[in-house]
């Protein structure tokens, strides 16, 4: 019998052996059908002595393992934990410039290595691109090798099935007693043995009594368990579990096809940020945008036509919750005005819900106070006025922002540094601070300074920041610096008749990132598909059992590829079955 020999060896070999792993076997490019050596390869050192062109074979070989993919998607993970840590140019240039500037050389050295541009940055890059040749490169074979084993039948018995870790044996004809029946292994897995038939004879009279008869009912039991079958003259192969291996690359395309979805969005889409005062109108041009990040081949040209009014801004936080929770934000509620064309929709902005708009969406990120100043010369004329957005330092939203006014009226500009405390109070050394984040006692403190602001240079400033190396502070006739002190409609006089500011009134602003993603409908397919290729390839089974006839006897024989603890089983029950099962 050189046929079942060969089954055997095949069988007994690496690809399909007992216990072996499946990731092991897969990765060692085995035919799945059992019709090869199928030897489980190990990653080797390159010999010293292949070449050029053989050093580049072995890198190409190793870069399209799976064991490759999954290395470089945990890298691509970790490479994007400092994105989350540290401020991004893209969502907040004010902030990674003060970072850099608070940090001196450690600063410095971390923009050098773009960590502030950490999903633009050459090194995230690569290690992206080189992500999806390894999964394309190690799905496309994977893939072949799958399709030509679920074309083929389940390989024949090898010829000694009694080597097979699950093995179980029963009587073909209807003389076979019930001792021998449970000596031969038939002890069902609920614990009762072949003969316990009511009248005293062996439960295998009800068993088959002829070898045809017997293999077609193995071949219905196996069939209806949900195997592939393949009958034999005087066995019956089967194999089931091809869904698994269908799940594991349905697994890593759907890895692959999030990563091109992933990329697709950076290139085709573009994100923005604004900061809007209440009051204040948004329009959907690259000049309303505060910083504008397009992707390499976006049209600026497809901009949508639309207008975003911020009509209201509530806020609150708690003042009733004692320890950690007093002064947690519990609200957020923009009211905005979405208007296109003639048409006009009032909506709700919140965290976590943006408005969508003809493909955008519009989130709210953050939000603070803008107070409006006003500032005249000596002469009485007005030459600053409007909201001044000040960034939250702190939970109590003590902020900081600064004043310019290039125009005051004489041959110097003039500066102003302040800081707005929201709820002023005094601490027992009569320091001001802000006790909690809401408008309740609002104060406006600032120094004002005289000079050049070197807004000419042509080197780009923060809005949020006064370059003070051009300009003088201004200081009370004592010589102390001043110190202006406003509350909402206080004006104060600024000394040597330079004019006055005053604090008008205090109004409330929010953050908006506008992100357009043309790409984005398809990351939820994808998403789906891969944690249904997960399920398949994690619970599904794979094995084969193979039921053949050996004269007056019943050989029923199982075998799993890697850890399936059902197998035992399942080669019980379809022993039962076969046992119990008359012909019809």
């Given at each position: 019998m050189e046929n079942q020999d060969g089954a055997e060896a095949r069988d007994t070999g690496g690809a399909f052996s007992v216990g072996a792993r499946e990731h092991q076997v897969l990765e060692s490019g085995a035919a799945e059908s059992g019709g090869g050596s199928g030897k489980k390869q190990r990653a080797k050192a390159a010999p010293a002595d292949i070449g050029v062109v053989g050093m580049l074979r072995w890198a190409w070989r190793q870069l399209t393992t799976m064991r490759a993919?999954?290395?470089?998607?945990?890298?691509?993970?970790?490479?994007?934990?400092?994105?989350s840590l540290l401020p991004q140019r893209i969502q907040d240039p004010a902030t990674v410039a003060r970072f850099i500037e608070e940090?001196?050389?450690?600063?410095?050295?971390?923009?050098?290595?773009?960590?502030?541009?950490?999903?633009?940055?050459?090194?995230?890059?690569?290690?992206?691109?080189?992500?999806?040749?390894?999964?394309?490169?190690?799905?496309?074979?994977?893939?072949?090798?799958?399709w030509k084993a679920m074309r083929q039948q389940p390989p024949?018995?090898?010829?000694?099935?009694?080597?097979?870790?699950?093995?179980?044996?029963?009587?073909?004809?209807?003389?076979?007693?019930?001792?021998?029946?449970?000596?031969?292994?038939?002890?069902?897995?609920?614990?009762?043995?072949?003969?316990?038939?009511?009248?005293?004879?062996?439960?295998?009279?009800?068993?088959?009594?002829?070898?045809?008869?017997?293999?077609?009912?193995?071949?219905?039991?196996?069939?209806?368990?949900?195997?592939?079958?393949?009958?034999s003259e005087d066995h019956v192969a089967a194999e089931r579990g091809h869904l698994r291996e269908t799940g594991n690359l349905l697994f890593h395309i759907s890895i692959l096809g999030v990563v091109i979805v992933m990329a697709l969005g950076g290139l085709l889409g573009y994100s923005g940020q604004r900061v809007l005062v209440e009051g204040e109108t948004f329009t959907n041009s690259l000049v309303s945008y505060d910083s504008f990040e397009p992707g390499a081949y976006f049209d600026p040209d497809a901009l949508v036509d639309y207008r975003l009014t911020l009509d209201d801004f509530e806020t609150r936080w708690d003042d009733q919750a004692t320890g950690a929770q007093f002064g947690q934000p519990r609200l957020f509620d923009a009211k905005v005005t979405l208007s296109r064309g003639e048409e006009s929709q009032q909506l709700m902005l919140r965290p976590n819900e943006p408005v969508r708009v003809d493909g955008s969406r519009v989130y709210l990120l953050g939000n603070g106070y803008a107070p409006v100043v006003t500032v005249r010369n000596g002469a009485g004329d007005v030459t600053f006025s409007g909201p001044v957005v000040f960034l939250p330092q702190d939970g109590a939203n003590t902020s900081r922002g600064v004043v310019k006014v290039p125009d005051s009226?004489?041959?110097?500009?003039?500066?102003?540094?302040?800081?707005?405390?929201?709820?002023?109070?005094?601490?027992?050394?009569?320091?001001?601070?802000?006790?909690?984040?809401?408008?309740?006692?609002?104060?406006?403190?600032?120094?004002?300074?005289?000079?050049?602001?070197?807004?000419?240079?042509?080197?780009?400033?923060?809005?949020?920041?006064?370059?003070?190396?051009?300009?003088?502070?201004?200081?009370?006739?004592?010589?102390?610096?001043?110190?202006?002190?406003?509350?909402?409609?206080?004006?104060?006089?600024?000394?040597?008749?330079?004019?006055?500011?005053?604090?008008?009134?205090?109004?409330?602003?929010?953050?908006?990132?506008?992100?357009?993603?043309?790409?984005?409908?398809?990351?939820?397919?994808?998403?789906?598909?891969?944690?249904?290729?997960?399920?398949?390839?994690?619970?599904?089974?794979?094995?084969?059992?193979?039921?053949?006839?050996?004269?007056e006897e019943v050989e029923v024989a199982g075998l799993a590829r890697g850890e399936d603890p059902r197998v035992e089983a399942a080669v019980e029950d379809i022993a039962r079955r076969l046992e119990l099962e008359s012909p019809r």
């Open positions: 993919a999954l290395i470089l998607l945990l890298v691509l993970a970790l490479a994007a934990i400092p994105g940090n001196g050389t450690l600063g410095e050295v971390l923009d050098a290595v773009q960590l502030f541009d950490v999903y633009s940055s050459f090194w995230f890059s690569a290690v992206y691109i080189l992500l999806m040749v390894s999964l394309v490169g190690c799905i496309v074979p994977r893939t072949k090798q799958h024949k018995a090898p010829r000694r099935l009694s080597r097979m870790p699950v093995y179980r044996t029963l009587p073909l004809s209807a003389e076979g007693d019930a001792s021998a029946a449970a000596g031969s292994g038939t002890e069902t897995a609920s614990g009762m043995t072949a003969a316990s038939g009511a009248d005293g004879s062996a439960a295998a009279s009800a068993a088959p009594r002829t070898r045809e008869q017997l293999l077609d009912r193995a071949e219905s039991v196996l069939r209806r368990a949900g195997y592939r079958v393949a009958r009226g004489t041959d110097e500009q003039l500066g102003f540094v302040g800081v707005f405390l929201p709820t002023a109070a005094q601490n027992e050394n009569g320091e001001l601070y802000s006790q909690f984040a809401e408008l309740r006692n609002p104060l406006l403190v600032m120094s004002a300074f005289e000079g050049d602001l070197g807004l000419d240079s042509g080197t780009p400033q923060s809005v949020y920041e006064l370059d003070a190396d051009e300009m003088t502070e201004l200081t009370e006739p004592d010589g102390s610096p001043l110190q202006l002190v406003l509350t909402p409609g206080d004006t104060v006089e600024l000394p040597g008749g330079r004019g006055s500011i005053t604090l008008d009134d205090v109004r409330k602003y929010v953050g908006m990132d506008i992100r357009h993603d043309p790409a984005q409908v398809w990351m939820l397919p994808f998403t789906a598909a891969l944690f249904l290729g997960l399920a398949a390839s994690l619970f599904v089974p794979r094995r084969r059992v193979w039921v053949r006839v050996r004269g």
